[in-house]
Each structure stands twice: as structure tokens, then as C-alpha cells.
């Protein structure tokens, strides 16, 4: 059944397709509203800490995603505790610390995975 489907939707897309017009033309130059001023020089300093703007720590606790044992969540980790920073920036390092818990966005269980 799954194949005929596929089937069916990729002969229905191909047959909608003109296969003699280029996907995309380009032109030699640009338009003229395409062309803009390049932006102006920013002076950056060459390192910066959220753990030590004047004396305030903006991050919040590592966690380590091997424990008790590794289960490919580590884009979950990352993504949670960037969130978590970002929030803890905003609020100005106020207490409590807001800490997203990776197991609201994947579950790492063996049963089930997702496909269910």
C-alpha cells in the first residue's frame, strides 16, 4: 500500500514539472535593489565570557548527558542549555536559575522511540 502511494505522488509531482525551464535564472549583474551598503566596521572585543560580566555569572549548570549512560541526546543538551542561558541572560542573572530539562524535548527510553 505504502508503495502504490509513493507511487502515485511521485508520478503526480513529475508530471507537473517543466522539465525544459530552468529551476532558477540568473544574471550577469545584479539588480540594482539587491545592492546594498556593505555594513560598517564594529568594534568587537576579542573574547567574551558570559560567566564573568562584571563580576555576574549569566550561565546556568552544566550537566553531563553520560550519565548513567550515553543515549544520543546530546543536540537536546545543547539546545536546552542554551535556551536555559539565554533566558537567565534576559532576566539579568535573577534567582532562581530557569533550567530547561533535555527529557521535555526527547525521551531516551528504550520503549517506544518515537515512531510510535
Keep these: 500500500m505504502k508503495t502504490a502511494a509513493l507511487?502515485?505522488?511521485?508520478?503526480?509531482?513529475?508530471?507537473?514539472?517543466?522539465?525544459?525551464?530552468?529551476c532558477r535564472k540568473t544574471s550577469k549583474t545584479p539588480k540594482v535593489e539587491n545592492?546594498?551598503?556593505?555594513?560598517?566596521?564594529?568594534?568587537?572585543?576579542?573574547?567574551?565570557?558570559?560567566?564573568?560580566?562584571?563580576?555576574?555569572?549569566?550561565l546556568t549548570n552544566i550537566r553531563n548527558q553520560h550519565i548513567p549512560q550515553y543515549c544520543g541526546s546530546c543536540w537536546a543538551h545543547?539546545?536546552?542549555?542554551?535556551?536555559?542561558?539565554r533566558i537567565k541572560i534576559e532576566r539579568k542573572a535573577a534567582f532562581p536559575d530557569i533550567n530547561i530539562a533535555p527529557q521535555n524535548v526527547?525521551?531516551?527510553s528504550e520503549v517506544g522511540e518515537g515512531d510510535d
Excluded: M, Q
Design 78 to 85: 545543547a539546545a536546552t542549555s542554551a535556551l536555559s542561558d
Design 7 to 22: 507511487f502515485f505522488l511521485l508520478s503526480a509531482s513529475a508530471s507537473r514539472i517543466d522539465r525544459t525551464a530552468p
Design 106 to 108: 526527547i525521551s531516551c
Design 35 to 58: 545592492v546594498r551598503e556593505p555594513l560598517a566596521p564594529v568594534d568587537l572585543p576579542d573574547t567574551w565570557e558570559w560567566n564573568a560580566v562584571n563580576g555576574t555569572n549569566y
